[in-house]
């Protein structure tokens, strides 16, 4: 069944720091991919999206490809502040739903 | 400023009674969901409304139901709850999906079941 796949966490990295958290998704057809963000004691939202195969979302210095070759849409930042410390949820829509990964625990420390 | 809010964000219930959990968007959207949410689960969907009136299941519907009398309010019941529903629960809404509809969530209820 349509399913989502991230790293488990907590990951901790130093500010500065290069992230990348994978995510890999089984679906059928040609889903459109998220990420969304919660921030301490938020709900979630919307950090960026890619709708079709190559395309890259980014915001907020994040970036992610869509790689249909490989179902995956991992994130990435090339410096991370501790502003960024939350929960990233990948997940990806069809017509007639949003299905979430388990969450990524991220803590950046100074 | 767009808005899904949730009564309550903290609650405190005794097993067997019955609860409501209310959401008010103000998108004028189709769509709504409600999730709950649980460590090393992610998100889980309860049920969903696409229109007024009308509802689907999720993937664990058990122990839930759901009213929608009016489009810009989804209510999640629980009829008689039990310690094994305590979670955060999240609600969201949606314009109807296309597969790349963003949907917006609200700040969520921790509901604890003693």
């Known amino acids: 069944g349509d399913s989502v796949t991230q790293m488990e966490g907590p990951v901790t990295l130093s500010e500065e720091a290069f992230l990348t958290i994978n995510c890999t998704y089984t679906?059928?057809?040609?889903?459109?991919l998220f990420w969304y963000v919660q921030y301490p004691g938020e709900g979630l939202q919307l950090l960026l999206k890619?709708?079709?195969?190559?395309d890259k979302g980014s915001n907020k210095g994040f970036e992610a490809t869509y790689r249909k070759e490989t179902t995956s849409f991992h994130l990435e930042k090339g410096s991370v502040q501790v502003s960024d410390s939350a929960v990233y949820f990948c997940?990806?829509?069809?017509?007639?739903?949003?299905?979430f990964g388990t969450g990524t625990r991220l803590q950046v420390t100074l | 400023d767009v808005k899904v809010t949730q009564s309550s964000r903290y609650l405190v219930k005794r097993t067997g009674e019955k609860v409501f959990l209310e959401c008010v968007q103000d998108?004028?959207?189709?769509?709504m969901f409600w999730y709950r949410q649980d460590p090393g689960l992610g998100l889980r969907l309860i049920y969903f409304?696409?229109?007024?009136?009308?509802?689907e299941k999720g993937d664990i519907p058990e122990g839930y139901s759901v009213s929608r009398e009016k489009k810009e309010r989804f209510s999640l019941i629980l009829e008689s709850a039990s310690t094994n529903q305590t979670s955060m629960y999240l609600c969201?809404?949606?314009?109807?999906?296309?597969?790349?509809?963003?949907?917006?969530f609200g700040q969520g209820t921790r509901l604890t079941v003693v």
């Open positions: 969201a809404s949606s314009r109807r999906l296309t597969g790349n509809t963003e949907a917006f």
């Open positions: 679906a059928t057809g040609y889903p459109s």
């Open positions: 890619a709708t079709k195969a190559d």
């Open positions: 997940a990806f829509g069809t017509a007639s739903k949003l299905t």
């Open positions: 998108m004028d959207h189709e769509n």
């Open positions: 409304s696409y229109d007024v009136k009308m509802k």
